[in-house]
């Protein structure tokens, strides 16, 4: 099966990613990581691309934040990309993100760029325009009490790219002190095993967290078999993959998919705009992949179905927290 012409899910991918790239006024002025993973965001929500809602919503939140917002960058082209996936009027919508980013603002939370990832989780959530400024402060500052706890479990892996995970980790219904506890159980537990102690291995056990359908001893079981399955593809396990290994073992036919997400990532390998991004190239073989999958289960499997594509939402804004990271590292040192 070429997966390049046969997957839907590429193609479109494929579509956004050029249309952006082709395009001089969004080109120049977003790292090219960034517009993979908007492309990702686009197809992982099935939604259609308009290169000028696009560029319209993009330069409308441009004109609405102060000179030294970060909302400036080429963020507001990941802020544009969740407004119209999310809402028919976009511009009307930005009202919605800007009530959750100052409610971070005041439970703590800096004001930079890992902020504005931040509110684009809880933004990601809110199919509506409308959303109870209670239910903003107490996710807030439930997400801030999460980071701190973060913080007090591993204050040197733990930094303001942890942002959106507390973000994340903020919806269970459990309460913080249960979530840092089992967080660090799922750590502790897999670095006995083969996974190594660090920030990788700290985003896994985040994502573990969003598995409510298993106990934490299954949820290990599935992690380690998934590992072991990955290895027997000839998979060389990456700590970056860490997180896509939680993602892959809430899937039980995961054989296949590991056989079609190595497919996949070849024939991205071997695209030129593409083949300078291996590690990314991976990752987003698996969203894909996973996107896929997730269209053919939903009618018989809601629950699984609706926390993987929570996960996916997951991995979209922590992988954009990254490449805001080392992109921002890349510029000040640049700069200096």
């Given amino acids: 099966m070429d997966l390049i ?70 963020h507001r082209f ?6 119209i996936v999310k809402h028919k009027e976009p511009k009307t919508y930005f009202k919605t993100f800007k009530i959750i980013y100052q409610a971070l603002i005041k439970s703590g939370f800096k004001r930079n760029s890992f902020t504005v990832i931040a509110a684009l989780v809880l933004l ?30 591993h204050l040197f892996l733990t930094s303001d790219g942890d942002y959106p995970l507390a973000l994340l980790l903020s919806r269970s219904n459990q309460q913080v ?14 670095s006995n095993h083969q996974f190594e102690k660090g920030n990788d291995l700290q985003f896994l056990a985040h994502i573990l967290m969003l598995n409510d359908r298993l106990d934490n001893d299954m949820i290990i079981a599935n992690c380690l078999s998934t590992y072991e399955r ?27 998919l590991l056989d079609e997400i190595i497919l996949l990532q070849t024939e ?19 969203l894909l992949i996973v996107r896929d999958y997730i269209d053919k289960h939903t009618r018989h499997e809601i629950s699984i179905t609706t ?13 954009i927290a990254t490449i805001t990271a080392v992109t921002e590292a890349s510029f000040t040192s640049t700069a200096t």
Avoid: C
């Fill in 5 to 74: 012409n046969g997957s839907k899910n590429f193609e479109q991918f494929n579509d956004v990613f050029h249309s952006l790239n082709d395009d001089d006024a969004v080109k120049w002025k977003a790292d090219r990581r960034i517009l993979m993973m908007i492309s990702a965001i686009y197809t992982t929500n099935s939604h259609p691309f308009d290169i000028e809602l696009f560029k319209s919503t993009s330069d409308y939140i441009k004109k609405q934040v102060g000179f030294f917002s970060p909302l400036r960058t080429n």
């Fill in 78 to 83: 990941a802020l544009a990309t969740a407004l």
């Fill in 124 to 153: 990601m959530e809110t199919e509506s325009k409308e959303i109870e400024n209670e239910t903003v402060k107490k996710r807030a500052k439930k997400a801030y009490s999460l980071y701190r706890g973060m913080r007090s479990k």
């Fill in 177 to 190: 002190e249960q979530i840092i506890n089992d967080s660090e159980y799922f750590y502790n537990t897999l």
């Fill in 230 to 256: 990955m290895t027997k593809k000839e998979i060389k396990i990456k700590r970056i993959y860490y997180p896509i290994i939680g993602l892959l073992s809430t899937i039980n036919d995961v054989d296949q």
């Fill in 268 to 286: 991205l390998d071997f695209v030129k705009k593409y083949k300078y991004n291996k590690d990314l190239n991976f990752i987003i073989a698996v």
């Fill in 307 to 319: 926390s993987l594509h929570m996960i996916v939402e997951a991995h979209l804004a922590a992988m």
